[in-house]
């Protein structure tokens, strides 16, 4: 069970992104879309709705930006290694950092949403995703 989760959630993400410009018309989007291809009632419609606010709370703090920092790094003649490789990792571990927050936030109100759904909401969701992964992941 941990293993869906761990699936749809950056499926659900995924697709936020994947859709739209900006940030809060890919999460309507998406949140739209379950809302609508899982016929919810009003308490999976709120506990979708904690969840997309917690996903959108979790999108809109504020993250390092390294951009800067690189464009230094490779505006020189030759590349340094050493800065280089600090560079990557230092931003690889605060990428890693930030997506353990996101999940520890995000999770309860998660799996608050997959337990009001039942038994047949859960397999259209689950055909969603298997349909969603086909077709971003043909051999």
């Not at 800065?83 to 799996?111: C, G």
């Amino acid at each position: 069970m941990k293993k869906f989760f761990i699936i749809l959630i950056p499926a659900v993400l995924l697709v936020a992104f994947a859709c739209h410009r900006d940030r809060d018309s890919r999460i309507d989007f998406v949140k739209n879309r379950i809302s609508s291809e899982l016929d919810l009632n009003e308490d999976q419609e709120a506990r979708l709705t904690d969840l997309t606010n917690a996903i959108r709370e979790q999108m809109k703090q504020s993250r390092t930006e390294p951009m800067e920092e690189l464009i230094t790094l490779l505006d020189r003649p030759t590349l340094d290694a050493e800065q280089s490789k600090a560079f990557f990792e230092k931003h690889m571990a605060e990428r890693t950092a930030r997506l353990h927050t996101i999940y520890e936030a995000v999770y309860p109100k998660f799996a608050a949403f997959h337990a009001s759904l039942s038994e047949e909401q859960r397999k259209e969701a689950l055909a969603c995703i298997e349909k969603f992964h086909r077709r971003w992941h043909k051999e």
